[in-house]
């Protein structure tokens, strides 16, 4: 049973008192196989590496600062890989973003959702996304046929730290864009699924 049937089953259950049998055993009954939920293949997988950082916790270093970019790029792509099904990066991110191996992705843009919740105190102190995990994600999809002014990282509803973008500019990222509250944000008016 799939989680979303599961959730509705449970709650047609705990509120058996109230309704018919009728109904019940409508909203139980199996769906056709035809219809698909848009979200019917999602994985998650969990990729751990303690080798991935050197942060010590009391305070000595930046964490951001700790972090082995060759460990989180081995990282990265064996949660693509095994999320796409794919043996190749390139072609895993080209199978997730378009649905084949084959697609090409220098037409498409993307936004990453970053959070910086806790950059209103000290960024140096406080653990938050990293510009080495964005420079990686970058790096990555331009592999597989992107174009870095196609790339946009951002928080609305946060300020994207300076020290950061300095840092993911490191990477050779010129053309991407970081954006953060007070910046113009783009707004569109479609849903999309991915």
Known sequence: MKRRKFILASASLAAYGLLSKKALGELLAPQPESISEPYDDNKVVRVYDRRVSSHDFAGNTVYWKTIDVGVLRQMLAKSLTEISGEKVEAKAWRKILAGTEKADLSGKKIAIKVNFNNTIRDVHTTLNNSPAMMGVLAQSLLAAGMGQERICFFDCSRPFPEDFRKEVRQ???????????????????QTIFL
């Open 171 to 189: 990477y050779h990222l010129d053309q991407i864009s970081m954006l953060g509250a007070g910046d113009a944000l783009p707004e569109s008016g």
